[in-house]
């Protein structure tokens, strides 16, 4: 009896031992994953970098200084009417139709905000000439193209590949 006490225990400690190694390992190669994936990006994003003047440096910046707190205020009123929306679910008996209220305004704020990005990049766009123009948006293209496919399978990754990259327009005489 004493045997198997002390072979149980054993068992216990052996099995009690493995994990915590496994799961030290684990940490260990998801650190060091985590780092090459960082300095991947950091390297893709140095690439990328659109070299700019000290005047355009200036106007970028005073476009984005504008844009910042337009997406803020949207962002945080588009929060607001999703906690809204939730008080609304949690309710015994939910009033559907200020539900669909509340989904129709958080679209209209969602909408909002892509037209802000979208005449954000228009507005930054505008103050590179033509050789920066068509590296920004190649790397628009490319980033919009990174987003995960959509758990329904809405997005299909062959479609980055078949997009085709922005092309120079050349002066035709």
Known sequence: MKKQGILIALIFSMVFNVAFLCGLGYRVWE???????SLHS????????????????????????????????????LHRERCA???????????????????????????DIEREVIYHLLREKSILTPDQRQQFLNTVLRRLGER????RGSFN?????NRPEF?????KK
């Open 42 to 77: 950091q390297r893709r994003y140095r690439k990328e970098r659109i070299v700019l003047s000290p005047e355009q440096k200036e106007q970028r910046d005073r476009i984005r200084k504008t844009f910042s707190p337009k997406i803020q205020s949207i962002r945080s009123e």
């Open 148 to 151: 995960p496919p959509s758990p």
């Open 85 to 111: 929306l939730g008080d609304l679910l949690m309710k015994d008996e939910p009033d559907t139709v200020l539900i669909e209220k509340k989904i129709d305004q958080i679209g209209k704020l969602q909408t």
């Open 157 to 161: 990754e062959k479609s980055e590949s």
């Open 167 to 171: 092309k120079k327009e050349e002066n």
């Open 31 to 37: 650190k060091k994953r985590s780092k090459e994936f």
